[in-house]
């Protein structure tokens, strides 16, 4: 597991994403999981910005080991959080000629969703990412 984290910490600093090595994540089925897959293997969106979609989805998977919130609201606190730097994240989408549309919404709810799930939350995904502006 420690072998994955550290691979993983050097991919993103290769990448020049310096915070990698901050991200401290290790639930099993979110160190196995390709965050955003559909969105890389589409060329509309730039892998440089997946990649900090990415990291967002990363530092919120950070959070809820680190806080472990017992309430629904306390949860969402942290995914409105995420969504709210989607919001930040889909103005750079849009400076390079590409956006959070259909096909990437669904991706990133997929992936909350996931993140939710793995965590052993059962909650209501639109509520979850309710401040989403895409």
Known sequence: MELKKSILVSFLALLGIGCGSDIQVS????????????????SYFPNSIVDKGKIILLELCSKIEEKK???SESVYKLTHAATEKFNELNN?????????????REN??????????????NLDIEEAMAPREW
Request: glycine share 8%.
């Open 27 to 42: 639930n099993p089925k979110i160190t196995e999981y390709k965050f955003l897959d559909e969105m890389y293997q589409d």
């Open 69 to 71: 919130p017992e309430s």
């Open 92 to 104: 750079e989408f849009g400076e390079n000629g590409s956006e959070i549309e259909t096909a990437a």
């Open 108 to 121: 990133i709810g997929k992936d909350f969703a996931h993140i939710l799930e793995s965590y052993g939350y």
